[in-house]
């Protein structure tokens, strides 16, 4: 099979997208992915993560530019190569819809021709893993999307993908079952040094699962490092809250020269991070505080920025 | 940049594909497919008992209106079909439309296309066609387990109007043709389906088709009455030119053979066009997947 030294992803570029009018779906996309890493691909709604997911799984063909996924163009869809990759969307069912679980795994088993005792093995691990072995004997139909979720995941890593693809796998769930999900796949995806790309618009998702972020918006790559980067690159303030026991003294908090904001009991202050050493001190001595915090921007802020953001106007250092 | 990629331990494990074992697996594939098709159709079994008993109710107007016709005349028989043959035949031409009626078939294709549904085909290692041709074998099976009885009563009870029990050789022609009559009906609106590639929504090209197949195929009326009638080419009466369309053999041939009316070289000859065209739409329905999975994934979807 494919012995030859390869980057499971090299050098997609120049993507084209077309519909009855063209239109640049992709453009200066230029990734390559490692394999046992965990990439979350960021971007906005119609920034093209889709479409790249779509790519590298095979179901569309660029007009131009190329991929290689485990060293094969993926829209030749070769059944070596199919077999080798796994794409789950978050709203699209794989599973038999008006049949148990089980029965669309033993379809699996076929497709994918699994040897018998490892098909089971396999099975049982991902099933207990999740907790879901009850389920596996009840129509899909009847399952809540959390559950069934799960078993789409178990569906998909039945046959020990080297490549798995997730494309809004957490959409509509709720905290609980994301959690499950979180824990469940960042077991698997460590314990196979499994290569995973994520779409997700949960900086949740994001925050526990992948070490590295691609941002794209219109088609094109904005930021593409680690996750604590992307804080320290894109912002340069840190957020200290404070709780105080009276009302707080304005006058100081204005001499301080920082934007806060007062929110009942609670003052929030925006403080340079270089700063932070040299003004903590200070604000603690002046008012009665009964807690204090210190953090860093939430995610959601500073991606929501870099989506707002153009291509072009990006700060500088951030394109790879 | 580059990693290397050890192989993994899957591949290590895969059973090495040689030419008769890549067609087991695909024997296996397929068979699993139609256990599990089987199994989702007897969900919906309800439907089929109502449904059965509904396709006869148009026989009912029919009988009626060859009555009226074989009434006003004087004539025994019309283009060699006595009042007892047409009865006769329109209730055969039911036993073969429950085997080349393919009911939602191609909207169900087009419908994959428009919502997307057809990806699964395009991700798994799996074949799309041979999916379908599981899941409507599976469809069949379950409707005629559940329709032979009603079917039957029906076949008993007119019983009168039938000749007496053709021969051996004449039964079996009548089940190839039959069987023949499924997989041609399968390619036809499979291949209509795939048209949903091009064109969005394909219900009014399978209306039109259904229009046609009905005059054409046997379906309205024997096909022996087009043996008079010019085709518009010199020479060439229209039941000749239908005798070469596909449509009737998806009804009029396994009635006519059932009949006695197509013996000995006609007989043979007819099957052979049947299973001529069999092929070729087997062979353009696997045209029109390649060419639309080409086209779909070129435009998204």
Request: charged letters at 20%; glycine letters at 8%.
């Amino acid at each position: 099979m494919y012995d030859k030294p390869e980057g499971l992803f090299s050098s997609i570029s120049g993507l084209f997208h077309r519909t009855s009018r063209v239109v640049e779906a992709l453009k200066g996309v230029d990734l390559t992915v490692e394999k046992g890493e965990f990439v979350a691909l960021l971007g906005p709604n119609g920034a093209g993560k889709t479409t790249f997911l779509k790519l590298l799984s095979g179901i569309i063909t660029p007009t131009r530019g190329e991929a290689r996924v485990l060293g094969a163009v993926p829209w030749q869809r070769t059944d070596d190569f199919r077999r080798r990759f796994a794409l789950v969307m978050g709203q699209r069912n794989q599973l038999w819809w008006d049949l148990p679980a089980a029965e669309s795994f033993r379809l699996h088993k076929e497709i994918y021709r699994l040897e018998p005792a490892r098909f089971e093995r396999t099975r049982d691990e991902l099933v207990d893993l999740l907790g879901v072995r009850k389920l596996l004997l009840q129509p899909v139909r009847d399952l809540s999307l959390g559950e069934r979720m799960k078993l789409e995941l178990v569906a998909a890593l039945l046959h020990e993908p080297e490549v798995l693809f997730l494309d809004e796998p957490t959409i509509g769930l709720d905290v609980v079952a994301q959690h499950s999900l979180h824990r469940f796949l960042a077991k698997v995806q460590a314990e196979r040094q499994m290569t995973v790309v994520l779409t997700t618009h949960y900086m949740k998702d994001v925050a526990a699962l992948c070490k590295r972020v691609v941002v794209i918006t219109h088609g094109s790559i904005l930021y593409d490092g680690s996750l604590e980067q992307i804080v320290d690159r894109f912002t340069s303030h840190k957020i200290v809250t404070l709780d105080l026991d009276g009302p707080p003294a304005e006058e100081r908090l204005k001499r301080l020269g920082f934007p806060y904001e007062i929110r009942g009991p609670q003052v929030i202050l925006r403080i340079d991070r270089t700063r932070i050493a040299d003004v903590l001190p200070e604000i603690l001595r002046g008012e009665s505080v009964r807690d204090v915090s210190v953090e860093d921007v939430p995610l959601e802020e500073i991606v929501a920025e870099l989506f707002r953001s153009e291509a072009g106007q990006a700060p500088a250092g951030s394109q790879r | 940049m580059m990693a290397s990629l050890p192989p993994s331990d899957l591949q290590a494990s895969a059973r090495e594909p040689g030419l008769l074992q890549a067609g087991i697996d695909s024997w296996r594939i397929w068979w699993t497919m139609l256990v599990i098709c089987l199994e989702e159709r007897l969900v919906y079994r309800g439907d089929f008992i109502l449904g059965t008993l509904m396709r006869f109710l148009p026989i009912v107007t029919q009988v009626f209106l060859w009555t009226a016709v074989f009434g006003a005349t004087s004539r025994g028989d019309i283009a060699g079909y006595s009042r007892n043959d047409i009865v006769a035949y329109y209730l055969l031409t039911m036993v073969t439309r429950a085997f080349s009626s393919m009911p939602g078939l191609a909207g169900g294709i087009a419908r994959s296309v428009r919502d997307g549904s057809v990806k699964k085909y395009l991700v798994q290692p799996v074949d799309y066609i041979g999916y379908l041709l599981a899941a409507r074998i599976a469809h069949k099976l379950v409707y005629y387990a559940v329709a032979t009885l009603p079917f039957a009563a029906v076949f008993f009870f007119c019983r009168a109007y039938f000749p007496p029990l053709p021969d051996a050789s004449t039964l079996a022609a009548f089940g190839l043709s039959l069987v023949l009559s499924f997989f041609l009906g399968f390619f036809l609106e499979a291949t209509l389906g795939m048209l949903g590639f091009w064109f969005l929504e394909v219900s009014s090209i399978v209306f039109a088709y259904m229009l046609v197949q009905y005059l054409l195929s046997g379906h309205m009326f024997p096909l022996d009455m087009l043996a008079g009638i010019p085709s518009g080419i010199p020479g060439v009466s229209l039941a000749s030119l239908v005798h070469w369309l596909p449509f009737e053999y998806t009804a009029y041939l396994p009635a006519a053979v059932w009949l006695g009316k197509i013996k000995g070289a006609d007989l043979v000859w007819s099957l052979v066009i049947e299973a001529g065209w069999v092929v070729v739409m087997a062979v353009a329905c696997r045209i029109a997947w390649r060419r639309g999975t080409r086209r779909y994934s070129a435009f998204g979807g």
